[in-house]
């Protein structure tokens, strides 16, 4: 069956280190979305991308990176964390931006900056 | 203003009833509208999708969509309590990305 996976589920890390979560899904799908949901937020658009090399600002991008070099895989960077980065993290994936389909998320990745 | 809004709860409704979730969007040209349910440390899974005026039910799921009012809501019908959950509004803005509402806490007594 296809399926989106972050990997990992849960990651501690201390202020000033740059940490990179995966997001990975085999639906073949085009679009991908990463997303933080905090506590009152709901899921707040950090990036997303359309497809390969191409990756978009979400409205709460500052600090984070993506890059798209296949379909399958849209890693998330934090190029330095910091404690206001603590969240849970999200990744989703959907068919096109022409289908304008439902998207399917991934488990979530827990993140602790300390 | 938000591009997806809605009332953050929490609701509570006795079991049986009927529960009633909305919300509004700020983008007219939006043309997909998604509910999604999620449990406490889980994430979000599709419960209905609406692409045009008027309602369109799926068991004891009812969504309402009009885009004059830009206005989205769910019902949840004989409300059960695994129907308790946290209820996220999506839209899929004209940029052909998916904008979440703050969600709608739901909680269902017995």
């Known amino acids: 069956d296809a399926e989106i996976t972050q990997s990992p589920r849960h990651k501690i890390t201390e202020t000033g280190r740059q940490v990179t979560l995966a997001c990975h899904q085999t639906?073949?799908?085009?679009?991908m979305f990463w997303y933080r949901q905090d506590l009152g937020h709901g899921l707040r658009l950090i990036h997303y991308?359309?497809?390969?090399?191409?990756?978009n600002k979400g409205e709460v991008s500052d600090g984070y990176s993506v890059s798209r070099s296949n379909t399958e895989d849209l890693p998330l960077t934090l190029e330095s964390a910091a404690s206001s980065q603590t969240s849970v993290y999200f990744c989703?994936?959907?068919?096109?931006?022409?289908?304008?389909?439902?998207?399917?998320f991934g488990q979530g990745t827990r993140l602790t900056v300390v | 203003q938000k591009e997806v809004e809605q009332n953050s709860g929490p609701l509570s409704v006795p079991e049986g009833a009927i529960a009633s979730l909305n919300c509004t969007y700020s983008?007219?040209?939006?043309?997909?509208f998604f509910w999604y349910r999620q449990y406490s440390g889980k994430s979000p899974e599709l419960i209905m999708s609406?692409?045009?005026?008027g309602d369109k039910e799926d068991g004891r799921f009812t969504a309402q969509l009009n885009k004059a009012s830009q206005y989205v809501s769910l019902l949840i019908r004989d409300s059960q309590p695994s129907d308790s959950a946290t209820y996220l509004c999506?839209?899929?803005?004209?940029?052909?990305?998916?904008?979440f509402g703050s969600g709608t806490r739901l909680s269902i007594r017995p």
């Open positions: 991308s359309y497809g390969v090399q191409d990756t």
């Open positions: 989703a994936s959907s068919e096109s931006p022409q289908m304008n389909t439902e998207a399917f």
């Open positions: 609406i692409y045009s005026n």
């Open positions: 983008d007219r040209v939006s043309q997909s």
């Open positions: 999506a839209v899929y803005s004209s940029a052909s990305k998916i904008i």
């Open positions: 639906w073949n799908h085009n679009n």
